[in-house]
């Protein structure tokens, strides 16, 4: 009988998701074998779902791995590659990042003793982000040598509090090379698979995303998960959007390409302000709200906000007649925006400054607060493979 492998590993929480902490030094150098290793410890494929034979959750937001290692540029502290894991089939992406996790790099680092900070005080972490090379800077409290969890900061989608972790993602946008707006315009027509056009806007701002109305895909902007799951044609409808949009992009050169990247762009429905009932069952005023949202990940509807998505939301609200800005008008607070998400309201942040000339303004960062725990550590046993 084969024995298993053991890979030293972390498993924790990094805002409203879950992940595998790995360092880079115990994985083989030949990257071509971690998509195996990466499966095999989450449980993909599972048909059912569930990967009930590994360390995935049955979600997007829970089957995630995040590997670190020392820096390759100059001016970051550490490597972070992301690897988003299918539930269901065998996709391993590094396509994009993930804004929840990036918040449970820094203090797994400084617990790690990868990166040097102070006893008792605030760590600073640089990270670069190698899928969107980009720099992310962590801010967090320390104490007695290990990074603080306990705290009175809380976050939409999480019962708990926990200590706050600030990012900074600096110059987030044109992660892929094509500038802010890939599709070179603030508003495109995206085909339908019924042989119609839906208006959309194309950012890429932490993350390439694309933006339409729930109006517009026949939905209204306060559906919520379960809903979405249940409706007969609306996850397939919104996925062939998001594939016509990863090519206009220029993300993937086809739409048969498009299906095979799963982690971007990332498609978000958006909405005016409105009263809602968020998942806890609390009533979310429309007062408190800028923007409706209700985002899709890997081919589920999420249950709160993804981070970069958030971030990328933010982006083109500050863009004059995009899809996001025509919910949240002309009055909206940049600096603090608020996403009323399935989970309650998500606020996130833009530093920018507006180019002569130009309509797009810079985004000089993006920031938002989070949580993070570590929740086990030891090594995740793979099958010998």
């Not at 590659?81 to 797994?108: K, L």
């Not at 603030?186 to 694309?210: F, H």
């Not at 007969?232 to 095979?260: K, P, W, Y």
């Not at 429309?286 to 971030?311: E, K, N």
Request: charged share 15%; proline share 5%; hydrophobic share 45%.
């Amino acid at each position: 009988m084969a024995h298993q492998q053991r890979i030293p590993a972390v498993f924790m929480r990094g805002g409203t998701s879950k992940a595998l902490m790995l360092k880079r030094a115990d994985l083989p150098t030949d990257q071509n074998q971690w998509p195996a290793i990466f499966l095999a410890a989450l449980g993909s494929p599972d048909p059912y779902g569930r990967q009930l034979d590994g360390m995935g959750g049955g979600q997007s937001s829970l089957s995630k791995v995040c590997i670190i290692g020392p820096s390759s540029v100059e001016g970051a502290d550490v490597d972070y590659t992301f690897a988003q894991i299918s539930v269901t089939g065998t996709a391993v992406d590094y396509s994009g990042n993930c804004g929840n996790m990036s918040s449970a790099v820094g203090p797994f680092a400084y617990d790690e003793k990868m990166v040097k900070g102070p006893v008792d005080g605030e760590c600073v972490v640089r990270i670069h982000n190698t899928n969107s090379g980009k720099i992310i800077v962590s801010r967090f409290a320390v104490e007695g040598g290990e990074a603080c969890v306990s705290g009175d900061t809380r976050i939409t989608g999480l019962a708990s509090a926990g200590a706050p972790v600030t990012l900074s993602f600096e110059d987030p946008a044109n992660t892929r090379g094509r500038g802010v707006l890939p599709a070179q315009a603030v508003v495109v027509d995206l085909p339908t698979a019924a042989g119609s056009s839906v208006q959309a806007t194309l950012v890429d701002s932490a993350i390439p995303a694309v933006f339409v109305q729930a109006e517009a895909v026949g939905v209204s902007a306060d559906i919520m998960p379960d809903a979405v799951d249940a409706h007969a044609t609306l996850l397939a409808d919104l996925e062939h959007l998001r594939q016509a949009a990863s090519v206009r992009m220029g993300i993937a050169a086809s739409m048969e390409e498009a299906a095979r990247i799963i982690a971007i762009p990332k498609l978000c429905m958006v909405g005016k302000a409105q009263t809602y009932t968020a998942l806890n069952g609390q009533e979310v005023a429309a007062r408190d709200v800028d923007v409706m949202v209700r985002m899709i990940s890997a081919g589920q509807p999420h249950r709160a906000a993804p981070i970069t998505v958030s971030l990328a939301t933010a982006t083109a609200a500050a863009i004059a007649g995009s899809v996001v800005q025509q919910c949240v008008g002309d009055e909206v607070d940049l600096s603090a925006i608020r996403l009323g998400s399935p989970s309650g309201v998500v606020q996130v942040g833009v530093d920018l400054e507006q180019q002569a000339g130009l309509s797009t303004p810079h985004i000089l960062s993006a920031s938002i607060v989070r949580t993070q725990r570590r929740l086990m550590e030891g090594a995740v046993c793979v099958p010998t493979l």
